[in-house]
């Protein structure tokens, strides 16, 4: 018997809001941005997410990371081509 699958919940950037921004990420050509934002009192673990920059739909949610391994993923983004933005 196939069930039927569980629609995705559609997240929006702005559901984010009230969160601190610790970085964001543009990549020249791409639909998408790419940030780091918490809600962590210590600021030790840090949301990575992924979103579309004309309709703020979160497109990956990849988790959280602590703080201490932040500089490792920004060097690997900058690798990859992405800029950090200023805000």
């Given amino acids: 018997m196939a069930y039927a699958k569980k629609p995705k919940e559609?997240?929006?950037i702005s559901d984010f809001a009230d969160y601190k921004v610790i970085?964001?990420?543009e990549k020249k050509g791409s639909?998408?941005?790419r940030g780091f934002f918490t809600n962590?009192?210590?600021?030790w673990f840090l949301d990575v997410l992924h979103w579309r920059k004309k309709s703020g739909q979160i497109t990956d949610n990849?988790?959280?990371i602590i703080a201490a391994d932040l500089k490792d993923w920004t060097r690997w983004w900058e690798g990859l081509g992405w800029k950090k933005v200023e805000e």
């Fill in 10 to 12: 559609i997240q929006n």
């Fill in 23 to 25: 970085a964001i990420f």
């Fill in 31 to 33: 639909y998408l941005r």
């Fill in 40 to 43: 962590d009192p210590e600021e």
């Fill in 62 to 64: 990849e988790g959280w």
